[in-house]
């Protein structure tokens, strides 16, 4: 043990007697440090997302104090450090566009300073996968505390769930369903305490997908924000990082093929979002794990959605958590052979003896892979001439008549002409048709927003239809819902054959066959693709810049072209 402290990297920084050792020291003890906690003991940092602009991880300054008493009291040094955090519903044009930063904000600050281990603090959609590709990138021992999901929303009597229901009840605003004032008297009811969405949104399923890859203490991402266990779970998360420090127990042992293999089967069991495709693919690449989204397809065709939770059922992530949370799920998915159960995950124990005793209290919220909630995949990966690199549906959120389907395309060269055109009651569209909008990819908005399951013409909306099949080249909020195919390859800025679709082209979408077909004779498409102009956005200066021109495409993770693969922990060269 004492070897092994001494070798932590940490050493190099204050297990030195010269003018360096001295300055590194000496600083620090204006906190009041006394000279033995530089003993060679694990340096731990706390990687701390929370922003007041970022409401969604508020909360994480209270939960770094309890991963600080875990560590404290397995005898490690805790520093917590901030980083940018990214809030999804205030930031523009698209927190996805800040992703990648906050990943290099976090790999950078952790290379830079004597640390030897981190708990990454996440909650917000995105910012769970920045900490984990940051994190990846260095290669340190890791371990995340995901902040929780709100309490559940309570409106006049009934459970509302963020997003699910501001998408429902808006459409109803608009089709005369309910009142302007009842949509507004929703607002303060839906987010009444502290933490995430509690729909089986992005965040939540990213929560479940650090559990499903083996990268929280099993158990804990569903905990409320506000529920005490999340504290005690922060606690323990501080104990147990001192632990893997001292074991050498790195990220990269961890997030293996098997690790990505079972999260993918945990994302399908759950329905969860769309974005956790990308998110994954980005991550498996920090640390080369090969992954495609073919592998999405395939790993998910055989395991239906179990676990009845907004938007795919009616439940939240409360429910979730009273019921039994994630690792009834996993046990399920365990005892029938669908993941690897002999995986070691950061609690230092194999998936399946974290979740050997898992029981499960509500049978109307986690259903069973015997008796599923619904058949219909989480997701699917579709083909064709539209989208020769791949694009996405979640059939599970669909109105499944529509998973197979022909339609007149009305196209939106752009989302603003979309806005502009989608409450027109000369609009040339009836509920057979195919929307399609350009213009939303990674390149193009830019930052892929997530705009997919843009709004029905209100003429539609008003003969009582709910839903029609629309097509982009951007993504879909996790909290969303409907017929919605997204993150269609190549986007149209770049030529992608998205670009080449008119007004009355015929579509086909056949989500059995994993097929999206546009009907419109080669020929005519490569007349099309001549007279084509691509029309990325384009800046003169500083990150917007960085990203448009490095940005991958939505089937590579829309990781920048330089971050992929790992840099590791060695020590920088010194400051003086
Ligand atoms: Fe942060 Fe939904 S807005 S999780």
């Known amino acids: 043990m004492a070897d092994r402290m001494n070798s932590n990297r940490s050493r190099e920084w204050f297990g030195r007697t010269d003018l360096l050792g001295f300055a590194y020291r000496s600083w620090l003890k204006n906190q009041g440090w006394p000279a033995d906690l530089f003993d060679g003991r694990p340096v731990i940092g706390i990687a701390n997302s929370a922003s007041d602009l970022s409401p969604c991880n508020a909360h994480l300054t209270d939960v770094a104090e309890s991963v600080k008493r875990g560590i404290w009291e397995a005898g490690g040094f805790p520093f917590v450090f901030p980083t940018m955090g990214i809030g999804e519903t205030l930031m523009r044009p698209t927190t996805m566009m800040f992703r ?12 830079a300073n004597p640390l030897d281990g981190v708990v990454l603090l996440t909650g917000c959609d995105k910012t769970t996968p920045a900490y984990l590709m940051g994190a990846a990138s260095v290669d340190l021992p890791s371990i995340v505390v995901h902040g929780g999901p709100m309490l559940n929303g309570k409106f006049r009597g009934r459970d509302i769930g963020s997003g699910t229901d501001v998408w429902r009840m808006s459409e109803d605003v608009r089709a005369g369903n309910i009142t302007l004032q009842d949509f507004m008297d929703a607002e303060q009811a839906m987010s009444r305490s502290p933490g995430h969405c509690m729909t089986m949104g992005t965040a939540s399923t990213m929560g479940n997908m650090v559990e499903g890859l083996g990268m929280c203490l099993p158990g804990t991402a569903a905990i409320p924000a506000v529920d005490s266990r999340k504290k005690v779970a922060a606690h323990l998360t501080g104990r147990r990082i001192v632990e893997m420090v001292k074991q050498d127990q790195r990220i990269s042992t961890v997030l293996t093929r098997e690790a990505f293999e079972n999260a993918i089967r945990v994302n399908a069991a759950i329905g969860g979002s769309t974005n956790a495709i990308i998110h994954l693919i980005a991550l498996a690449g920090r640390v080369g794990v090969p992954l495609d989204i073919d592998d999405w397809d395939r790993l998910s065709r055989e395991i239906p959605c179990i676990v009845n939770l907004q938007p795919n059922g009616e439940y939240l992530m409360e429910d979730f958590y009273y019921a039994g949370g994630l690792p009834v ?27 050997a005793e898992a029981r499960n209290f509500n049978d109307q919220v986690i259903y069973s892979l015997a008796k599923p909630f619904k058949t219909e995949n989480g997701l699917a990966v579709l083909r064709g001439n539209l989208a020769p690199d791949g694009a996405v549906i979640k059939p599970s959120a669909a109105t499944p008549e529509l998973l197979q389907h022909r339609g007149r395309a009305v196209v939106f060269e752009t989302n603003e002409e979309l806005h502009e055109k989608i409450e027109d009651p000369d609009l040339d569209v009836d509920p057979d048709c195919i929307l399609v909008l350009k213009g939303a990819g ?16 209100k003429k539609i909306l008003e003969q009582g239809v709910t839903d029609m099949v629309r097509i982009s080249d951007s993504r879909m909020s996790g909290t969303a819902y409907g017929a919605v195919v997204l993150h269609v390859c190549p986007e149209s800025a ?12 015929m579509i086909e979408l056949d989500v059995a066959n994993r097929r999206l077909h546009l009907d419109v004779p080669d020929a005519e498409l ?24 490095h940005v991958m495409q939505a089937d590579k ?18 400051n003086h």
């Open 100 to 111: 990648n930063l906050m990943s290099m904000d976090l790999e950078e600050t952790l290379r």
């Open 329 to 355: 799920v996993m046990k399920d998915l365990v005892d029938s052979g669908q993941v690897h159960g002999q995986h070691v995950t950061v609690s230092g124990r194999s998936v399946a003896e974290n979740v």
């Open 442 to 457: 990674p390149r193009g908005y830019p930052g892929m927003p997530e705009v997919g399951n843009f709004p029905l013409p």
């Open 494 to 505: 770049i030529g992608g054959p998205l670009a080449l679709v008119q007004n009355g082209d």
């Open 526 to 549: 490569a007349r099309r693709r001549e007279a084509f102009t691509p029309n990325p956005q384009v800046y003169e200066r500083g990150y917007a810049q960085l990203y448009v021109n």
């Open 557 to 574: 993770g829309c990781d920048f072209d330089f971050l992929v693969g790992a840099s590791g922990s060695a020590v920088p060269r010194p």
